[in-house]
Every structure is written in C-alpha cells, then in structure tokens.
C-alpha cells in the first residue's frame, strides 16, 4: 500500500499530541528487499535465511562488538552501509523528506552526502558507553532484533536518547507481527519529558577522564527519572508493528524502546533507523526548553 504524498492536518496534529506517526508504504518493497538481502550479506554464520529455527540471540562466541557491526545477544545492527548512496537514497527519498519539511521546514534539513563516515567510526560515546547517534555522516545502520528465547515475560522499559536531533525515524523493511521487536512507543511522553532537562535537545553529560574514573556518561535529572516511572504507571506502551516499507517519525524526547521478539512464529525484526536534524540545531541545542516546544518546528 502506498501511502499519501502529504501529512494531513490530523496526522500532524496527532504527531504533535502523541509524539509519533505511522505512515504505511513509506518505501517500496523491492527497495525493502534490496537493503534485507545487504543486512544478509553481514549474518552471523549460523543464522540460515531461510532456516528459522536458526534464529535465536546471538551466542558470545560468534558476537561482534565492533561499532560498525555489532552482534550481541538479540541485537544485530549494521552501521558500516549507514553512508551508501543506496541507502542514503531510500532514507532521504523525495516524499520521506517532503513529510519531514512539513514537520520542520522547508530546506532546513542536514542532508549527508554519500561516502561519509558512517556511525560506529568514532566508537563509543565514553569508554564503556553506547555508540553515539550524532556521530556520523549519514544513517544509524539497518538494525535487527532476533527472537528471544526468555521463557518468563519481559518487562518494558522507557528511555529517551541523549544525542541531539530532532525527528527520529523507524522505517520496516520485513513485515513485522506484533510481540515481533518493533518499535514501543510511549504516546504523550515527549510533552512530558521536554521540560525536565537543561539543555531542549542534548542531554548534559560528564567528560571521561582517567584519573576521575567514578562519573562519566549522561547525567539524568531526578525529575526526569521520578517522570520515567509515572509514565511507564500510567501510559500504556504502543507496539508500532506493520508491513514492510512502513515508517514511524517520532520525537527527539519521545520515551521508546526497541520492543522483545517474542512473535509466533519466529520473526526477525529488521528497520532502517536514523535522525532528521535541522541545520540549525547547533545554535538551537544551546537554550533551555522553551514555552512553546514547538518553537523550532513549522507545526508550532
């Protein structure tokens, strides 16, 4: 199903109230396909295609943790193809980008230029810590979740990303079921949590060093952790699963996850992920939250 060449006024509304947007056939299927069978060329050797019984987590003997393909337990994420001009060319495609100026502005987005570096080639964002998002010059990768094989329920749990942007995007490249690791939403939690941090797109940090080993990594305000646990109380969790080619925007201080694997029968969840920034974000991520979150938004 392709969807509509434009945001209807509900749908940004809607974005704008819950903090994230489903759209259907964001991108064609064979170019679903194409960017599937280059995540396949990247498998751990004992994951067969077209065997799923082969497909459990990751065992630490055939993991990766090297940031460009890290294997690890459910997570298989493929970064080193995130500055490729055929990806670069899916995820920057003239109707995504159309629907992303309708939220931002028009000819205000970053656009990467295809042979750039791409996540994972700087390494961690602290010794110890995750890759950093805003670390490259294009796409966070292809990222999958394998099933889980955990025999008792999984809980869920909430965080927002500490790297500054402004518009996320998760964009299926194999149908995926419900309980098939899809991306958990949180609804209304970005007006929530916009407010409770210093800066309105970063999260503070503490420089790694040596000699003062005991403090590194993002600090989080006790407002925002006592917020996280009213939230996961009283909002309950959107599975945002579909077909392929469907694409979820959602808001830099949206609370998320990426959801358990649980799907009978097995499923591997496979998404391209990445960010939409403004040019302007460098000045914009110096000032505090504002009045009007939506300040730097052509939907205020």
Known sequence: MMTKAVLTPDEINFFKSEGYLIRKGALPQSDCKTAVDRMWESSPDFLKRDDPSTWRPIPADEGS??????????RWQYRSVGTEKWLLDLAYSQKI?????????????????????????????WPGGPVDPQMTEGVRGIYATLPSEATDPLDDHLHTDGHPFHLGVVCLLEDNPPNGGGFKVWPGSHRRFYPLFPMQYDQTRVPFYEHLPSHKGIIHPQEYLDEIQRVEADTQPVDCHGEAGDLVFWHHRMGHMAG???AEPKTIRQALLYDF???????????????????DWAIR
């Open 65 to 74: 943790d090297d940031p460009l393909l890290t294997k690890r337990d459910t």
């Open 97 to 125: 980008v159309g629907w992303a100026e309708q939220l931002l502005g028009k000819d205000t987005l970053r656009i990467p230029e295809p042979g750039g570096k791409p996540m994972g080639s700087w390494g961690p964002a």
């Open 260 to 262: 358990h694997n649980t």
């Open 277 to 295: 920034c403004k040019v302007s974000l460098d000045e914009e991520r110096l000032e505090g939250p504002q009045p009007d979150m939506w300040r």
